[in-house]
């Protein structure tokens, strides 16, 4: 056998081979050394285990054994032999004669090592052996060995962990910034096999830092206005004011959700790039992007992408730690998608369609990403799944999926892949990660390693709806919202102005929209809001599955009380059509209405004590002996099966944070505040950390904290 040892008194590393030589045992004390002295010794004498064996053969065995051994032997640090004979001698003054001993002995002056004794150590040679290319593949991370033999399988990223292999997986984490959480540490702390030997650590207890490549180097640029919540990949979404400003998302403010790097297509050549089709029998049927704009008729739909995590950042604050990014309401967009519908090009690749045993429809893209929709939603028409190429009147741009990408409406959008490169019809499920290991939902106790097997992918997505702006008191009577049609609108008749709406996400200390009221600097401030202080609000509600959105329903007051939106009719507008056979597109809405009387504390008046502020999901307000200074508003919708959205992320909780649909909640406060920017006298401004609008600020620090958590 062949083993990997520690000194019993220096706690350096040896290296041994036991091989029996004609029933002599002889311990080498390296691989290395075994090598160069079995190649000497005559074939016919030559055994491992009592069997003789060649030369060469023998020489095939070592790295096995060694392998298999090497975590727990332990041998004193000289060779000695045990019987005797020529050959046993002679083997053993080779080894002491030979040089690389002399090297193992100098290394007794390495400084002392107080790790776990029990795991063994490993050398950096011995480690970059286990490359990617390696059965066996290892990664260092600080000073610790791990073997992810069994982690590639389930790894977020597929197999791009193994660029790591045989050496340290930092330099990737500092790319792939999402992995520095703590939950990423646990899942590797699971596959510790032992340190790097100290003769291989410098001064900081660190092996010397290795340089790679950037495969993030070639990204597109992004448009400035995305909220960033990673940058390698990047994984962004828009701001609330942009998010659905519009009917169609443009195209540069779609949320951005990526796991790896953007591939590169060469646009002068991207008429040849090539989509694979493998059917159930294992035939396959080539075509280009040219081919397939020729032979197929194009078809357009309206569809909403949303992800998974969607509004995650709501479980988190009202349920519990999630794991993965907290997005807000962002992560989601609505487009006009052009392409060719995969049921005509699987029936021109000579799919048959008759059987009905269950089949799925696995999607591939350039960077390895792998998702699968079942067969029966890709070859049905009415379903509208589309090859696409374009998007809102455009080709597809990069982030998008350029050049040619699925599009699965009223799917969760982790099936529409990007970049799409191969489809194959199969009798299971695509065998990915992303298929088989997340985006799949589970119960408020399964905790952080539920039994993923049992839990099927996620696929058509549930019920939601967000608010997304809010407007108070004078910005209403003066027409200062948008929408509202008021030919006092300042933002209709002056562009310029609407641009000075910004998202305050990263600004912090700042208001907008001081409202004076007709007093001067010494007036005392009221003591409540007035009665009847309008409100409007807006914001966007969806429904998987091509359900249409019937009904929203808002509560100014925290629930006690409930007004219906008006569901905005975008899809019958000669400007916005919608294409498609069912309702795939997101459906905006509006509301005006008057907020409840609420206290009025003046600047100076301090915040309410943590213990008392209101829990705005389980609609626990302050206690009696505070005034009620806050209220929340909420919104939820229906959809034309009368599904609805759970009232709290409680019940619906998961670690992985997926499908938080729960109501969803904005919570409100005035405060009176000093004539600012030269105006004279007292005002109202309204704060929120969670929406914008006229006469609101961002609460910067959440938004750090939360929302732009990296």
Not at 333 to 346: C, I, P, T
Request: charged share 25%; glycine share 8%; aromatic share 8%.
């Amino acid at each position: 056998m062949i083993c990997d040892t520690q000194h019993p008194h220096t706690g350096g590393s040896l290296h041994c081979a036991i091989v029996t030589l004609q029933g002599v045992l002889v311990i080498f004390a390296s691989k290395k050394m075994a090598t160069r002295v079995i190649r000497r010794i005559p074939v016919d004498i030559l055994r491992i285990r009592g069997r003789p064996l060649s030369t060469s053969s023998t020489l095939r065995r070592l790295p096995k054994l060694a392998s298999r051994s090497s975590r727990t032997a332990r041998v004193a640090p000289l060779s000695f032999f045990v019987g005797g004979g020529v050959i046993a001698s002679y083997l053993t003054l080779s080894q002491l004669n030979d040089p690389e001993i002399e090297d193992r002995h100098a290394e007794t002056s390495s400084p002392p090592d107080d790790r776990d004794p029990s795991l063994p150590r490993f050398r950096l040679a011995d480690i970059r052996k286990h490359d990617g290319s390696s059965s066996e593949p290892w990664v260092i991370y600080q000073d610790k060995v791990y073997d992810i033999t069994e982690w590639v399988a389930a790894h977020p990223g597929g197999d791009v962990i193994l660029r790591a292999a045989g050496g340290s997986i930092e330099p990737y984490w500092d790319i792939f910034s999402i992995h520095k959480a703590p939950h990423v540490r646990e899942v590797l702390q699971q596959y510790l096999i032992g340190y790097i030997d100290v003769a291989d650590l410098g001064a900081d207890g660190r092996p010397t830092a290795e340089s790679i490549e950037d495969p993030f180097i070639n990204d597109p640029a992004r448009d400035p206005r995305l909220i960033t919540h990673t940058l390698k990949p990047r994984n962004a979404e828009p701001p609330n004011e942009e998010l659905d400003r519009s009917f169609h998302t443009p195209n540069e403010l779609f949320y951005v959700r990526h796991h790896m790097w953007v591939p590169f297509v060469e646009e002068g050549r991207v008429d040849q790039y090539a989509l694979t089709i493998e059917l159930p029998d294992g035939e396959t049927k080539q075509y280009t992007l040219a081919e397939l704009k020729e032979r197929f008729p194009t078809q357009r739909v309206t569809a909403v992408l949303q992800c998974s995590g969607n509004r995650r950042n709501d479980m988190t604050r009202h349920a519990g730690k999630t794991n993965g990014l907290q997005w807000g309401v962002g992560a989601i967009s609505n487009a006009e998608w052009e392409g060719v519908r995969l049921s005509d090009v699987l029936a021109d690749a000579g799919l048959q369609t008759a059987n009905t045993a269950p089949l799925h429809v696995q999607f591939t893209g350039l960077e390895a990403y792998g998702a699968s929709i079942p067969l029966s939603k890709a070859v049905d028409p009415a379903s509208d799944v589309l090859l696409a190429f374009g998007m809102n009147g455009k080709p597809l741009p990069r982030d998008h999926g350029f050049p040619l990408r699925a599009v699965v409406p009223g799917n969760v959008a982790a099936r529409s892949v990007k970049w799409l490169s191969k489809i194959v019809v199969s009798d299971e499920e695509s065998t990915s990660q992303w298929q088989r290991r997340d985006y799949k939902s589970f119960g408020p106790n399964e905790g952080p390693n539920p039994n993923w097997d049992r839990a099927p992918s996620i696929q058509e997505m549930p019920v939601t709806s967000a608010i997304t702006g809010v407007w108070v008191g004078d910005c209403v009577r003066q027409g200062r919202v948008p929408w509202m049609g008021n030919s006092n609108n300042s933002l209709a008749s002056n562009p310029s102005s609407a641009s000075k709406i910004i998202d305050m996400a990263a600004v912090p200390n700042q208001r907008i929209g001081f409202t004076p009221k007709d007093s001067n600097s010494s007036t005392p401030c009221p003591t409540s809001t007035p009665a009847n202080e309008p409100i409007a609000l807006q914001g966007y509600a969806y429904s998987g599955g091509g359900r249409a959105i019937t009904r929203v329903d808002v509560s100014l007051d925290g629930g006690l009380t409930w007004d219906q939106a008006e569901l905005v009719k975008d899809c019958s507008s000669p400007s916005t059509p919608c294409y498609g056979s069912k309702s795939w597109s997101w459906t905006r809405w509006r509301y005006t209405g008057a907020l409840p009387i609420l206290s009025l504390p003046s600047s100076s008046a301090p915040s309410l004590p943590v213990a008392v502020k209101e829990d705005c999901e389980e609609g626990i307000f302050p206690r009696k002996e505070q005034q009620k200074r806050c209220t929340t508003l909420i919104v939820k919708a229906t959809d034309e099966a009368y599904n609805t959205q759970p009232e709290s992320h409680k019940g619906i909780y998961n670690v992985r944070g997926n499908l938080a649909t729960a109501w969803h909640r904005v919570k409100i406060c005035p405060k009176c505040t000093s004539g600012e920017g030269g105006v004279e006298g007292k005002g109202v401004t309204w704060n929120t950390g969670e929406t914008y609008g006229c006469g609101f600020r961002k609460e910067a620090e959440e938004v750090r904290e939360e929302m732009l958590r990296k």
